[in-house]
Every structure is written in C-alpha cells, then in structure tokens.
C-alpha cells in the first residue's frame, strides 16, 4: 500500500472546496494526513461502515472502533466531468469506489485517462493522498496502469 503524501513546495491558497473536519471526522482527516485511511467498525455486528458517524450504520450499536482500511478497492460507478470547476483540470474521473472492507466512497481517480475504456467497472485501485491546503484527501489510481498519465 502506498502511504506517500505528496505535498508541494509552495502553498498558494486553495483553489477549490475542500471539507472541514468536524468532531466526528477528526479521525478521518487525522488519518489522511499520515496516509491511513481510516473507517469505522462496529464491535457487535463486525461490519465496516463509511461516512464516520459515532454509530454503526447497520445496527446502531454506539460499540464502534476507528480501523486503518487497506486501501484497496474496485471501481463501482464513475462520471467523467467535462465541466471547469476550481481546483480540477476538465476533464476528470469522479468516481464510487468499493473499499476492500465493503464501505463505499466517493472520490476522484488519479493515473488513469478519463475515457470509458479505461474505466472497466470492478476495476482494481489502490488509495493515494493529496494534499490540498490544510487538508489530505484520498484519491484513488488503477492498481495496474491502464495506459495512463
Ligand atoms: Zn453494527
């Protein structure tokens, strides 16, 4: 699993939204920042869940614990934006992805050209960081280069 954290030399100010960490994603970005990334688990069900909230998401159970995820998913649906927006170079892959430990996630694909044939879906990704600003975002890249950039 990569845990590289790109970060570059200069730091202008944030060209695009970017999330604020609440109380109950501290964890989350905690983890981003030091290229884990961390989900949820429940200790009476077992079951791994995403977005963070302080209760199971299957069974409500409030018996939860913060876990490293491993990183490796599959890609489950995807769009490809052709519009500008800050911070994004048009065009580009917004994408659910499939954790391993079975949450989904929306994020952005990196490496990969953005072109349906190079999207199978159940294609297999591995997690990576940015850094944007204050705050570490996980992207995900095809776990075998598709002929990308
Ligand atoms: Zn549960």
């Given at each position: 699993m990569s845990t590289s954290v790109s970060k570059s030399p200069a730091k202008p100010a944030p060209t695009r939204a970017l999330p604020v960490p609440t109380p109950e994603t501290q964890h989350f970005w905690d983890g981003t920042a030091v290229g884990e990334l961390r989900l949820q688990r429940c200790r009476a069900c077992g079951e791994a869940y995403f977005p963070?909230?302080?209760?199971?998401?299957?069974?409500?159970?409030?018996?939860v614990e913060v876990f490293a995820a491993s990183g490796a998913a599959t890609l489950h649906s995807y769009v490809i934006s052709h519009l500008p927006a800050p911070g994004f170079t048009a065009p580009y892959v917004i994408a659910v992805v499939t954790l391993a430990e079975g949450p989904r996630m929306l994020t952005n694909l990196v490496g990969v050209l953005p072109d349906p044939g190079a999207l199978p879906l159940d294609l297999a990704l591995s997690v990576e960081f940015e850094s944007v600003g204050d705050v570490t975002l996980p992207v995900f890249r095809p776990t075998i280069s598709r002929g990308a950039a």
């Open positions: 963070p909230q302080p209760w199971c998401a299957h069974c409500a159970s409030d018996g």
